[in-house]
T-cell receptor, first 115, second 115 residues
Framework: AQKITQTQPGMFVQEKEAVTLDCTYD???????LFWYKQPSSGEMIFLIY??????QNATEGRYSLNFQKARKSANLVISASQLGDSAMYFC????????????FGTGTSLTVIP | DGGITQSPKYLFRKEGQNVTLSCEQN?????MYWYRQDPGQGLRLIYY???????QKGDIAEGYSVSREKKESFPLTVTSAQKNPTAFYLC??????????????FGPGTRLTVL
């Protein structure tokens, strides 16, 4: 069974510092995708970054980067230079080639940026 | 602007009543999804549809029904058979097709409260 695990229910970071949000996954499919979404208090889900299982390089999108360690089955999100607006819930998700676009979500990590 | 709309934003229902949540997209996406989110939890898949006039059950389909008569619309009915319907409901869409790379785009959500 496919599974996403986020072990940090809540995290705090000082403004302008970097923070790492953990995500581990379990799958037997060699072709999969890993996604990170941000959910502010308004409830909308905002796509942040994607990493494919065959991608050789770690994905980066502005202040977001994904630390992809395939052998360890981890896909941690790194946010650099944290801003107050980064305070939100963050969800890791996985999709597989054989399930089309069905996503499996973790339980999320609540990030609070402290001024 | 292209996007996904969900209405209403807040919905109150008496026990024993059916209620229908609206989801419309103008992204020309083939695939659409309904998720349920409970406080402090991740997203759980209710139903998904990869093509018009076809849909599949997700992990928690009991007590829910859907239809997909038009590409841009995927309404969700919460029936009286759903034991605990109070939750936040999110609709999403994606380009669909095979392969793991296809992020899902989300609507703003509907918060359903059963009185």
């Amino acid at each position: 069974a496919q599974k996403i695990t986020q072990t940090q229910p809540g995290m705090f970071v000082q403004e302008k510092e970097a923070v790492t949000l953990d995500c581990t996954y379990d799958t037997s499919d060699p072709s999969y995708g890993l996604f990170w979404y941000k959910q502010p208090s308004s409830g909308e889900m905002i796509f942040l970054i994607y990493q494919g299982s065959y991608d050789q390089q770690n994905a980066t999108e502005g202040r977001y980067s994904l630390n992809f360690q395939k052998a360890r089955k981890s896909a941690n999100l790194v946010i650099s230079a944290s801003q107050l607006g980064d305070s939100a819930m963050y969800f890791c998700a996985m999709s597989h080639s054989f399930t089309g676009n069905q996503f499996y979500f973790g339980t999320g990590t609540s990030l609070t940026v402290i001024p | 602007d292209g996007g996904i709309t969900q209405s209403p934003k807040y919905l109150f229902r008496k026990e024993g009543q059916n209620v229908t949540l609206s989801c419309e997209q103008n992204l020309n996406h083939d695939a659409m999804y309904w998720y349920r989110q409970d406080p402090g939890q991740g997203l759980r898949l209710i139903y998904y549809s990869q093509i018009v006039n076809d849909f599949q059950k997700g992990d928690i389909a009991e007590g829910y029904s859907v239809s997909r008569e038009k590409k841009e619309s995927f309404p969700l009915t919460v029936t009286s058979a759903q034991k605990n319907p109070t939750a936040f409901y999110l609709c999403a869409s994606s380009t669909g097709g095979q392969g793991a790379r296809s992020e899902q785009f989300f609507g703003p959500g509907t918060r359903l409260t059963v009185l």
